[in-house]
């Protein structure tokens, strides 16, 4: 089914991106004013979430977040935004219930500072997407000799001008990776990148390209492509697609 326009009430950004295999990703801006109408979308555990927040501009941007979420997702299975359930699976993740054992594409969410990222995939498919600032005060180089893979580390210190946007790329990929296992099945030190290039990844409802791909080093059975997005100056961003059938653990 397809997504109807956005409209000057709908929190959803105007653009996307989309792979012949289902998976899309919405880019959705956060620094706008909130709607009334966006606040009565959130079930009562968003809204206490929301309203848990120090920082009023953290709030609003909560907000804006989980309705463009309920946006995205009823406009894709025919529900209003203020109906669309949410469950856990039995390792806590969360997936879309739509009730009477309809069948649900898979989802993540994720958000960083002023930009949120919407990811879905049709039935078959779990789903990983993670958007990152860039931190200026970051030692990029320090940082991957600790928490990365040596090939990884070896990579960056190979080109040291652009060790910061690349210890991001493989940031967002790690854990747009295992936000799409979920259930423990691997963890940041477990995943090795492999990047296979900058091309694609552009917005605008275009496809981007199959850049790379990552694997578990736990279970070499469980692994998937990895598609960067260029989402804004500043910013780095991973969605990781992996098949919904269950991989073996090895460890």
Sequence with gaps: MGVKPATTTDPRAGDAWSWPSGVRV???????????VWWGWLSEGERDRARAFARAVDRRRYVVAH??????????????????GFAKDPSGRPRLDLGGGRPAPDFNLSHSEEWALIAVAPQGWRVGVDVERLRADLDP???AERFYR????????????????????????????????????????????HDGGHGGGHGGGHEGGHEGS????????LGGPVR????APGYAAAVVTISSTPAPRTD
């Design 228 to 231: 960067w997005l260029d989402v």
């Design 26 to 36: 919405w880019k959705v801006s956060l620094d706008r004013a909130e709607r009334a």
């Design 67 to 84: 309705a463009a979420l309920r946006s995205v997702l009823g406009g894709l299975c025919g529900v209003p935004a203020d109906r669309v």
């Design 150 to 193: 040596p090939e990884e580390s070896a990579r960056l210190r190979a080109a040291p001008g652009a060790a910061l946007a690349g210890y991001f790329r493989l940031w967002t990929a790690k854990e747009a990776f295992v936000k799409a296992t979920g259930g423990g099945l691997a963890r940041l030190g477990d995943v090795l990148v």
């Design 141 to 143: 180089l320090a940082m």
């Design 214 to 221: 990552a694997t578990c080093e736990r279970s070499r059975s």
